[in-house]
């Protein structure tokens, strides 16, 4: 697919069939959003992709509840049936002993984690993210992106993923269904071009 046709249809899905993505198509997409941009050369990002049912189960039992299933009953069984749930994840410490080496060493930058001021490793895994979304599109896939909310550590020690990785966030990936439930943020203004592109000052 032409790229900008992909970002034109990227959207995001929230009801999925159940039936099963070929294990080719998820490992081409996966592989994709590995040659995502990645500071420093660090490629201090990492998945995890969870394919059926037995799989994806761990993820939805560690990260959502009764009270979050009851709230969102209106499509969350739609969400939770999707076949893939790929996780984003991240190493903190990896870009800083990255940017520690002597190629890389600056001031500006903090030699511990909660010291720099724009955090890298989230940049990198977002970029990572928006290429599976497109990888997705490509292949006749809906995704839908989830945040980090609840039952990381639980979800961690489950999956085996050792202590300095961080969740960034998760890709729910299938074949879309109609209807699929459009989120209420989409009810929101859209603002005019003009308020979102500047050019030679704001």
């Not at 997705?136 to 961690?156: K, P």
Request: with cysteine; proline share 7%; aromatic share 10%.
């Amino acid at each position: 697919m032409e790229l900008h046709e992909a970002i034109r249809r990227r959207a995001m899905v929230r009801n999925f069939s159940t039936d099963p993505v070929d294990r080719a198509v998820i490992d081409r997409i996966v592989r994709a959003a590995l040659r995502s941009p990645t500071a420093g050369n660090t490629r201090g990002t990492a998945w995890v992709v969870l394919e059926g049912a037995d799989q994806t189960s761990a993820y939805w039992a560690a990260t959502t509840d009764d009270d979050w299933r009851n709230e969102h009953a209106e499509w969350a069984a739609g969400l939770m049936g999707a076949p893939v749930v790929a996780l984003a994840y991240t190493s903190p410490e990896a870009y800083v002993a990255r940017y520690a080496e002597p190629d890389k060493a600056d001031p500006l930058l903090g030699a511990q984690v909660d010291h720099w001021p724009i955090p890298y490793w989230y940049g990198d895994a977002a970029f990572g993210v928006m290429s599976m979304l497109l990888g997705a599109v490509d292949a006749g896939l809906g995704a839908c992106v989830l945040g980090n909310f609840r039952g990381e550590t639980e979800l961690a020690r489950s999956l085996g993923v050792p202590p300095p990785w961080r969740l960034f966030g998760t890709v729910v990936l299938g074949w879309p269904l109609t209807p699929t439930r459009q989120s209420r943020s989409l009810d929101r203004d859209t603002p005019a071009v003009s308020a979102r592109i500047h050019r030679g000052s704001w």
